[in-house]
C-alpha cells in the first residue's frame, strides 16, 4: 500500500509547485554550472568521453537567454598571438536555452548549424545522456542533497520523451535499503531531439 501510495504521488506530480506547466523563476538552467553540466554530457554522446575531457575546462556565459559554453583557446603564449584557423579547428561550442533547457546549437570547429537543426538521433540519444541532463536540472530546484539520496536516477524512453525519476531508498527494520515506504521522488520528461524540459516534479 506505501509503495502504491508513493507511486501515485509521483504521478500526480504533487509536491513543490513543480507539474506539466511549471518553469522555476530562473528557468531550468539558472546558472554556469548546470549549463556546463548539460553541454559535457550532450557532447560526451555525440563526441565521446576523451574528446570532452580534452576540452575541459569549459567556460560559460548568458547573453539573451542563452548560455554559451565554450570550450577554451589554448593559444601557445607568447607575443601577436591570435586566433587562427588552426585554433578554431576542433573548437566546441553549445548554445543551451536558460528558460528550457533545449540546445540550440552546437558548433564544431568553423562550422555554423543552424539553430534547431538536431541530429537525426536527438541531442539526448541515451539514457546515460537523458540521466546526466535529468541531474543537471533538478539539482538547482530540489537541492543535491535530496537528489543525491535518490541515486540511482534511470531514464526510460517513452516514445520521444525520456521519463527521468530517481529512486526512493528508505532503511527497513534490518537497516537495509528498501523502497517500501512512503515518500517520493524527483521525476523530470526531457526530449529526445532537443534535451528540452517537458514537465518536472517530485512526489510526495
Not at 530562473?26 to 548546470?34: A, H, I, M, R, Y
Not at 553549445?94 to 570547429?109: C, Y
Request: aromatic letters at 6%.
Amino acid at each position: 500500500m506505501r509503495v502504491a501510495a508513493a507511486v501515485c504521488g509521483l504521478l500526480l506530480f504533487a509536491t513543490a509547485g513543480a507539474g506539466a506547466g511549471y518553469v522555476p523563476p530562473e528557468g531550468f538552467v539558472p546558472n554556469s554550472e548546470t549549463a556546463v553540466r548539460i553541454a559535457e554530457a550532450m557532447l560526451i554522446a555525440r563526441y565521446g568521453e576523451r574528446r570532452v575531457e580534452s576540452a575541459k575546462p569549459f567556460s560559460s556565459h548568458l547573453k539573451d537567454g542563452i548560455w554559451h559554453v565554450e570550450e577554451p583557446l589554448n593559444l601557445p603564449p607568447g607575443p601577436g598571438n591570435g586566433i587562427t584557423i588552426e585554433v578554431y579547428k576542433e573548437w566546441l561550442e553549445v548554445q543551451v536555452s536558460k528558460l528550457d533547457a533545449h540546445i540550440i546549437s552546437v558548433t564544431v570547429g568553423l562550422t555554423n548549424p543552424v539553430p534547431g537543426e538536431n541530429p537525426i538521433e536527438g541531442f539526448v540519444p541515451d539514457s546515460r545522456t537523458a540521466v546526466k541532463i535529468g541531474e543537471a536540472v533538478l539539482v538547482p530546484v530540489y537541492g543535491k542533497a535530496q537528489i543525491e539520496s535518490e541515486l540511482p536516477i534511470t531514464a526510460k524512453l517513452k516514445r520521444d520523451t525520456w521519463m527521468v525519476s530517481g529512486t526512493l531508498n528508505c532503511p527497513d527494520s534490518a537497516g537495509r535499503k528498501s523502497d517500501s515506504c512512503d515518500g517520493g521522488v524527483a521525476y523530470v520528461q526531457i526530449s529526445k531531439a532537443d534535451g528540452r524540459i517537458i514537465a518536472m516534479s517530485h512526489g510526495k
